[in-house]
């Protein structure tokens, strides 16, 4: 009886170990797996849900780290700030829903017609804010100038069920200002939005 004891003890002492490192795979499997979800969802934090590029918060995250690479290496980056002209009336004669449908074709629009290295996003509406790598002031003007064309020629289809589909399109403006050594998230994108509202007062003073 003893010796039968004695292999029963060894039995378990012995399974006991292979169950507990069973039981840690799995966990580990299960901890890779939750650490996946968890830097999925917090990608599709900083993501726009409609127009899948940044949102705000995901533009302001990549230009403070922007602005602290200026000011660690001095290379040159210039931030563009976009606003639609013309978008409300849109809204407000067709709906939100055919608002929406142009502000994908927008956005589709730039990120066709930006390099790799630039990124974009949605700042808020139907404000767009794009930062540009390598770019000088008189570059990043001409950008604008191409840009602002490259919006006001996108066509959009608009129809609910039953009914003729519609052409939407819209206008922009856009104002540009350069990332300096030192300078803030908060104050570049107020002094690009100032410089739009600039140039959206001259093209309406011109009739553009």
């Known amino acids: 009886m003893a010796a039968n004891d004695a292999d029963r003890a060894q039995d ?18 299960d901890l890779a797996g939750a650490e996946r979800q968890i830097a999925e969802l917090e990608a599709r934090v ?5 127009l899948d590029i940044l949102n705000r918060r995901g533009f302001e995250r990549e230009l403070a780290r922007s602005l602290a690479y200026v000011t660690r290496y001095q290379t040159v980056a210039t931030l563009m700030f976009i606003d639609l002209d013309g978008f409300k009336p849109v809204n407000d004669r ?21 390099r790799a ?10 404000e767009f804010g794009l930062l540009m790598w390598h770019v000088d002031e008189a ?5 604008a100038v191409e840009l602002e064309t ?3 020629q996108v066509r959009a289809l608009y129809g609910q069920a039953g009914d003729e589909s519609v052409e ?3 206008g922009a403006s856009a104002g540009i200002a350069t990332l300096g050594p030192n300078a803030d998230a908060a104050g570049v994108i ?7 509202y600039a140039r959206k007062k001259a093209r309406r003073d011109k009739g553009g």
């Open 46 to 50: 900083d993501i726009d849900p409609l």
């Open 12 to 29: 378990t002492g012995e399974a006991a170990p292979a169950a507990l490192l069973a039981e840690i795979a799995q966990l580990k499997r």
């Open 168 to 170: 939407l399109s819209v």
């Open 190 to 196: 107020a002094a690009a939005d100032k410089a739009m």
């Open 139 to 143: 570059r990043a003007n001409a950008r």
């Open 117 to 126: 290295s630039d990124v974009v996003a949605r700042l808020g509406g139907d």
């Open 150 to 152: 490259v919006i006001g």
């Open 94 to 114: 067709y709906g939100h829903a055919a608002g929406d449908v142009l502000l994908k074709a927008v956005a589709e629009a730039l990120s066709r017609n930006v």
